[in-house]
C-alpha cells in the first residue's frame, strides 16, 4: 500500500519527465528535417544544428550530460516538495521517500528510453530498424546513483512529524527505562 501523497507525486513527476521529453529530447528527432534545431541547454547555453548528420559532433553532444543536469534538478526538487509536503500533511516522510525514489528512477528510465529510440531513428537515416538500439544501462545507472544518495541523505535527516513519533523522541530515555523497570518486575515475579 502506498502514502496518502504518492498519486500527488506521481502526478508531478510524471509531468516532469514528459515534459522533460517533449523540450529536450522531441526537437533532436528533427535534426535532419532540413530546418535548424535549436535547444537550450540546462544552463542556458544555445544548441543549434542546422544541416548536419547526427554522427560525430550532435551526437556527443546529445549523450554528453545534456540531459542529466535536467534531471537532476527534477529530482532535487521533488525530493525538496517530498520534505516539506510529509510535514504538512503529517505523512512519515520515511515510506514516502522510498516511494518518490521508484517514481524518479521511472522517469530517468523513461528519458533515457526516449534518447536512445531518438538516436536510433537519427543514426538510422530512414531505416531506425537496421540500428540497434544503443544501451542507457551506464548513464541510467550514473542517475540511480545520484538519486539514492539524495533519498539516503534525506532519510538521514528526517524528523519525525507525528505526535506520537515527536513524543516518543523527546522521551527515548523514558521509554527505554520503563521497558527495564517491566521487564525486571516481570522477572523477578517468575522467580518468586
Same mark, same amino acid.
Given at each position: 500500500?502506498?502514502?496518502? /501523497?504518492?498519486?500527488? &507525486?506521481?502526478?508531478?513527476?510524471?509531468?516532469?519527465?514528459? !515534459?522533460?521529453?517533449?523540450?529536450?529530447?522531441?526537437?533532436?528527432?528533427?535534426?535532419?528535417?532540413?530546418?535548424?534545431?535549436?535547444?537550450?541547454?540546462?544552463? !542556458?547555453?544555445?544548441?543549434?544544428?542546422?544541416?548536419?548528420?547526427?554522427?560525430?559532433?550532435?551526437?556527443?553532444?546529445?549523450?554528453?550530460?545534456?540531459?542529466?543536469?535536467?534531471?537532476?534538478?527534477?529530482?532535487? *526538487?521533488?525530493?525538496?516538495?517530498?520534505?516539506?509536503?510529509?510535514?504538512?500533511?503529517?505523512?512519515?516522510?520515511?515510506?514516502?521517500?522510498?516511494?518518490?525514489?521508484?517514481? /524518479?528512477?521511472?522517469?530517468?528510465?523513461?528519458?533515457?528510453?526516449?534518447?536512445?529510440?531518438?538516436? !536510433?531513428?537519427?543514426?538510422?537515416?530512414? &531505416?531506425?530498424?537496421?540500428?540497434?538500439?544503443?544501451?542507457?544501462?551506464?548513464?541510467? !545507472?550514473?542517475? +540511480?546513483?545520484?538519486?539514492?544518495?539524495?533519498?539516503?541523505?534525506?532519510?538521514?535527516?528526517?524528523?519525525?512529524?507525528? *505526535?506520537?513519533?515527536?513524543?516518543?523522541?523527546?522521551?527515548?530515555?523514558?521509554?527505554?527505562?520503563?521497558?527495564?523497570?517491566?521487564?525486571?518486575?516481570? /522477572?523477578?515475579?517468575?522467580? +518468586?
Amino acid at each position: 500500500m502506498t502514502t496518502s /501523497l504518492y498519486p500527488t &507525486f506521481q502526478k508531478r513527476i510524471s509531468d516532469s519527465f514528459d !515534459q522533460l521529453i517533449k523540450n529536450q529530447v522531441t526537437p533532436w528527432a528533427f535534426l535532419n528535417s532540413g530546418k535548424p534545431m535549436r535547444v537550450t541547454t540546462h544552463d !542556458q547555453r544555445q544548441i543549434s544544428y542546422e544541416g548536419v548528420g547526427f554522427e560525430g559532433s550532435p551526437e556527443h553532444v546529445f549523450w554528453s550530460r545534456y540531459i542529466e543536469p535536467f534531471m537532476e534538478e527534477i529530482s532535487i *526538487k521533488e525530493i525538496g516538495a517530498v520534505t516539506k509536503m510529509a510535514e504538512e500533511k503529517d505523512v512519515n516522510a520515511t515510506l514516502l521517500l522510498p516511494e518518490v525514489e521508484g517514481l /524518479l528512477l521511472a522517469g530517468v528510465r523513461k528519458t533515457f528510453s526516449e534518447m536512445a529510440k531518438t538516436d !536510433q531513428r537519427l543514426r538510422g537515416r530512414g &531505416f531506425p530498424e537496421k540500428i540497434p538500439l544503443r544501451p542507457i544501462e551506464n548513464e541510467f !545507472q550514473q542517475m +540511480k546513483s545520484f538519486i539514492e544518495v539524495r533519498i539516503q541523505s534525506e532519510l538521514k535527516m528526517w524528523k519525525p512529524t507525528s *505526535k506520537l513519533e515527536a513524543w516518543y523522541e523527546r522521551n527515548k530515555f523514558v521509554v527505554w527505562l520503563v521497558s527495564i523497570v517491566v521487564g525486571l518486575v516481570g /522477572l523477578y515475579a517468575q522467580f +518468586k
